[in-house]
């Protein structure tokens, strides 16, 4: 039996983006539905696949372990112009997205990541400018609880402080990368975490649990633990998880979408949901993919917003270069996370000829799986020192780079791989460029550099060039002055659609070697206002 | 529901852990020769002191019981699991160095692998650094910032 559900606002996908501009809507009174396909996950779930993890001896036990096909919807990639470059997603689908096993990353866009194409004719510009965006930066950063320190030389101009102060720089920070980033001429400088250091709208500070994927003090920011408590016990809010949206259907004219044709992922029960107002915040793979299966309804032929051709174009991403050293020495302990970064190479670079890149590091004894390094480098004369590879560990240490791409990708349905519920999964063609390959071949020329001013002795090769994609899948649904530059217009509004917007990364012209989420959460904030005055 | 409600709700399903440690422990008297010498093999390359065998026990409780980690080694490699446990004396634990040169090719491969998965797991990697355990919530926050002992 179909059930139906009216509201004011239908927004499919709970993750940050969606949590976050449930709250605001909420907050005016209106009707607001927020579906999401995965489930509300509880602290005893959390809880037990913390312990699980332990028990298996499964450091990569995550939240959609035990799902099911119909809960984590499957994907394809293939490679791209004879590319061996084979995308895959590190998503997570339930209350809280892909922001349940964050590490909270709280960096900002630098004002050329706007306008790349004016200024240096790679990838496009945003409809938006640097000084338009910054304010809701701000607010954003406020709403997380982002704990940060004005000390980044690089960052553009922002108008007002972090909500509290950074962390502590760790030892291995103050006393080894970051006098080595110093000898090279390069600043560290801290690293903006959505982790607080001390208590924060009823948030405990960080306890240095050094577990951060299911944070057992509950500081790092997630949406269930932060904004889907503030929905509950609001009679004008419905928070559906296990519901997943097939299709968005528009009226006969094609200007104004309907209704959300959804299906319980427990049962296949069909629900439609009839709304004012529709926002898709289903990240940046299945928010094109909605889009496009939703082709058809009200002379829609090639998906909705898609009159320019541009749903699924310019998908992006970034790579994840690394490399480990061995110190020589104690690389000190940690929170369990990097307590500074560098944006110096998002900055000192031309940018027409080469990408940029942000960088940090820490002991590799808490993230990166170092037994091969160790093992290879213990190993001597025929003679595997099995003492010496449990003395390498402590010395151990791992530089990683997060690096922009030109967004060259292409995400279209792949009709030879369906899902669960017969639908086709999104297909991705991810293809790097020349351009896209320069800051990790400069990352490897810089690699013994800075293995020497840290004074290390052994350095591993550089992880490989197509390596690490798959965590911030962006760029296919972008907002654009123009239909055929984007599929959203800079109010995030549809082009051709009254009633339909998007939020998520997937509305990004370009992203710059920042992670996403402070930027979609100040998307989200700005929706949200945009709203409550086209509903005022 | 309030933040020390749900911290308490997390806590209260965590302080369970050792349960499961004693649920893999109890599966050892069903180990099959493969499984026995693999362990032994595991105590051998591992970084647990004989001071420490509880724990190195209970550590080789839960490899064998894990599929995913010990489908790596059993049961095709049985037998050369068996020959390169001989190698080692009964009781071995967290030897010093192994000359590889005298070693099959398989035993050596399958030695080398076995190190390297060891020493990967962020259990091991934090034992070895003299790390509290790792989603052990340390509370005092200065610890990190300290040069190292």
Same mark, same amino acid.
């Given at each position: 039996?179909?059930?139906?559900?009216?509201?004011?606002?239908?927004?499919?996908?709970?993750?940050?983006?969606?949590?976050?501009?449930?709250?605001?809507?909420?907050?005016?009174?209106?009707?607001?539905?927020?579906?999401?396909?995965?489930?509300?996950?509880?602290?005893?779930?959390?809880?037990?696949?913390?312990?699980?993890?332990?028990?298996?001896?499964?450091?990569?036990?995550?939240?959609?372990?035990?799902?099911?096909?119909?809960?984590?919807?499957?994907?394809?990639?293939?490679?791209?112009?004879? @590319?061996?470059?084979?995308?895959?997603?590190?998503?997570?689908?339930?209350?809280?997205?892909?922001?349940?096993?964050?590490?909270?990353?709280?960096?900002?866009?630098?004002?050329?990541?706007?306008?790349?194409?004016?200024?240096?004719?790679?990838?496009?510009?945003?409809?938006?400018?640097?000084?338009?965006?910054?304010?809701?930066?701000?607010?954003?950063?406020?709403?997380?609880?982002?704990?940060?320190?004005?000390?980044? /030389?690089?960052?553009?101009?922002?108008?007002?402080?972090?909500?509290?102060?950074?962390?502590?720089?760790?030892?291995?920070?103050?006393?080894?990368?970051?006098?080595?980033?110093?000898?090279?001429?390069?600043?560290?400088?801290?690293?903006?975490?959505?982790?607080?250091?001390?208590?924060?709208?009823?948030?405990?500070?960080? &306890?240095?649990?050094?577990?951060?994927?299911?944070?057992?003090?509950?500081?790092?920011?997630?949406?269930?633990?932060?904004?889907?408590?503030?929905?509950?016990?609001?009679?004008?809010?419905?928070?559906?998880?296990?519901?997943?949206?097939?299709?968005?259907?528009?009226?006969?004219?094609?200007?104004?979408?309907?209704?959300?044709?959804?299906?319980?992922?427990?049962?296949?029960?069909?629900?439609?949901?009839?709304? @004012?107002?529709?926002?898709?915040?289903?990240?940046?793979?299945?928010?094109?993919?909605?889009?496009?299966?939703?082709?058809?309804?009200?002379?829609?032929?090639?998906?909705?917003?898609?009159?320019?051709?541009?749903?699924? @174009?310019?998908?992006?991403?970034?790579?994840?270069?690394?490399?480990?050293?061995?110190?020589?020495?104690?690389?000190?302990?940690?929170?369990?996370?990097?307590?500074?970064?560098?944006?110096?190479?998002?900055?000192?670079?031309?940018?027409?000829?080469?990408?940029?890149?942000?960088?940090?590091?820490? /002991?590799?004894?808490?993230?990166?799986?170092?037994?091969?390094?160790?093992?290879?480098?213990?190993?001597?004369?025929?003679?595997?020192?099995?003492?010496?590879?449990?003395?390498?560990?402590?010395?151990?240490?791992?530089?990683?780079?997060?690096?922009?791409?030109?967004?060259?990708?292409?995400?279209?349905?792949?009709?030879?791989? &369906?899902?669960?519920?017969?639908?086709?999964?999104?297909?991705?063609?991810?293809?790097?460029?020349?351009?896209?390959?320069?800051?990790?071949?400069?990352?490897?020329?810089?690699?013994?550099?800075?293995?020497?001013?840290?004074?290390?002795?052994?350095?591993?090769?550089?992880?490989? /060039?197509?390596?690490?994609?798959?965590?911030?899948?962006?760029?296919?649904?972008?907002?654009?002055? &123009?239909?055929?530059?984007?599929?959203?217009?800079?109010?995030?509004?549809?082009?051709?659609?009254?009633?339909?917007? &998007?939020?998520?990364?997937?509305?990004?012209?370009?992203?710059?070697?920042? /992670?996403?989420?402070?930027?979609?959460?100040?998307?989200?904030?700005?929706?949200?206002?945009?709203?409550?005055?086209?509903?005022? | 529901?309030?933040?020390?409600? *749900?911290?308490?709700?997390?806590?209260?399903?965590?302080?369970?852990?050792?349960?499961?440690?004693?649920? %893999?422990?109890?599966?050892?008297? *069903?180990?099959?020769?493969?499984?026995?010498?693999?362990?032994?093999?595991?105590?051998?390359?591992?970084?647990?002191?004989?001071?420490?065998?509880?724990?190195?026990?209970?550590?080789?409780?839960?490899?064998? %019981?894990?599929?995913?980690?010990?489908?790596?080694?059993?049961?095709?490699?049985?037998?050369?699991?068996?020959?390169? %446990?001989?190698?080692?004396?009964?009781?071995?634990? %967290?030897?010093?160095?192994?000359?590889?040169?005298?070693?099959?090719?398989?035993?050596?491969?399958?030695?080398?692998?076995?190190?390297?998965?060891?020493?990967?797991?962020?259990?091991?990697?934090?034992?070895?650094?003299?790390?509290?355990?790792?989603?052990?919530?340390?509370?005092?926050?200065?610890?990190?910032?300290?040069?190292?002992?």
């Amino acid at each position: 039996m179909t059930q139906e559900i009216t509201a004011d606002y239908c927004i499919a996908g709970a993750g940050p983006a969606g949590a976050v501009l449930a709250t605001k809507l909420a907050a005016t009174g209106k009707r607001v539905v927020l579906v999401d396909q995965g489930p509300h996950y509880s602290e005893a779930d959390r809880s037990a696949k913390l312990r699980r993890g332990v028990d298996t001896l499964n450091d990569y036990a995550d939240y959609n372990d035990d799902e099911s096909s119909a809960t984590v919807t499957p994907y394809s990639s293939a490679p791209a112009e004879g @590319q061996v470059v084979d995308w895959m997603a590190w998503r997570q689908f339930g209350i809280g997205g892909t922001a349940l096993h964050f590490e909270a990353i709280m960096g900002r866009p630098i004002a050329d990541d706007l306008r790349m194409r004016a200024l240096y004719g790679v990838g496009r510009d945003w409809p938006i400018r640097y000084s338009e965006l910054e304010p809701w930066l701000l607010r954003a950063e406020q709403e997380v609880g982002v704990a940060g320190n004005d000390d980044n /030389p690089y960052a553009s101009p922002r108008s007002g402080p972090f909500p509290m102060q950074g962390h502590a720089f760790s030892y291995f920070d103050r006393e080894i990368f970051g006098p080595a980033m110093q000898r090279l001429g390069i600043t560290a400088h801290t690293c903006p975490r959505g982790i607080p250091t001390e208590p924060y709208r009823g948030r405990s500070e960080c &306890l240095a649990c050094r577990a951060c994927k299911f944070c057992p003090s509950g500081a790092r920011y997630s949406p269930d633990r932060v904004h889907i408590p503030m929905l509950e016990g609001r009679d004008n809010v419905t928070v559906l998880p296990g519901v997943s949206v097939r299709r968005l259907e528009t009226n006969a004219a094609g200007d104004r979408v309907t209704v959300a044709h959804a299906l319980r992922v427990e049962d296949r029960s069909e629900l439609v949901i009839r709304a @004012q107002n529709f926002v898709v915040a289903l990240g940046g793979v299945e928010t094109p993919r909605l889009l496009l299966l939703s082709a058809g309804s009200g002379g829609h032929g090639g998906g909705l917003g898609n009159m320019g051709g541009q749903v699924g @174009q310019h998908f992006s991403d970034h790579v994840h270069p690394y490399f480990t050293v061995d110190l020589g020495r104690h690389a000190g302990s940690r929170l369990g996370f990097e307590t500074v970064a560098t944006d110096h190479f998002r900055v000192n670079v031309n940018r027409r000829e080469e990408n940029t890149f942000w960088m940090l590091a820490s /002991p590799a004894m808490d993230w990166f799986p170092v037994g091969v390094e160790a093992s290879t480098w213990a190993t001597q004369n025929g003679t595997l020192s099995l003492a010496g590879v449990r003395e390498s560990i402590p010395r151990m240490a791992t530089v990683s780079g997060m690096v922009e791409l030109g967004g060259n990708g292409v995400l279209e349905l792949d009709p030879d791989k &369906l899902d669960a519920f017969g639908s086709p999964v999104a297909k991705v063609r991810m293809t790097l460029t020349d351009w896209d390959r320069r800051a990790q071949a400069r990352m490897g020329e810089l690699a013994p550099q800075i293995a020497e001013a840290m004074g290390a002795a052994n350095v591993s090769e550089i992880s490989p /060039p197509e390596g690490g994609l798959g965590y911030h899948p962006s760029g296919a649904t972008a907002m654009a002055a &123009l239909p055929d530059a984007g599929v959203c217009d800079p109010d995030l509004k549809v082009f051709g659609l009254d009633n339909l917007h &998007l939020v998520s990364n997937s509305v990004f012209p370009h992203m710059g070697a920042n /992670p996403p989420t402070l930027t979609i959460i100040a998307l989200a904030l700005r929706l949200a206002e945009h709203l409550e005055g086209r509903a005022s | 529901m309030s933040y020390e409600l *749900r911290r308490r709700e997390f806590i209260q399903v965590l302080v369970s852990l050792p349960l499961g440690y004693a649920a %893999a422990a109890c599966a050892v008297e *069903r180990r099959t020769p493969g499984q026995t010498a693999l362990g032994k093999l595991v105590l051998a390359v591992g970084p647990w002191p004989a001071e420490d065998g509880a724990r190195a026990d209970e550590f080789v409780g839960r490899f064998l %019981a894990a599929d995913h980690v010990v489908g790596l080694y059993l049961p095709e490699s049985s037998s050369t699991i068996l020959s390169l %446990a001989r190698r080692f004396a009964d009781g071995a634990m %967290a030897v010093g160095e192994v000359d590889l040169g005298p070693l099959p090719d398989g035993e050596r491969e399958l030695l080398v692998q076995l190190t390297q998965q060891i020493y990967s797991l962020v259990e091991v990697r934090f034992y070895v650094s003299s790390e509290p355990r790792w989603g052990e919530c340390l509370g005092e926050r200065t610890r990190y910032v300290q040069p190292p002992a």
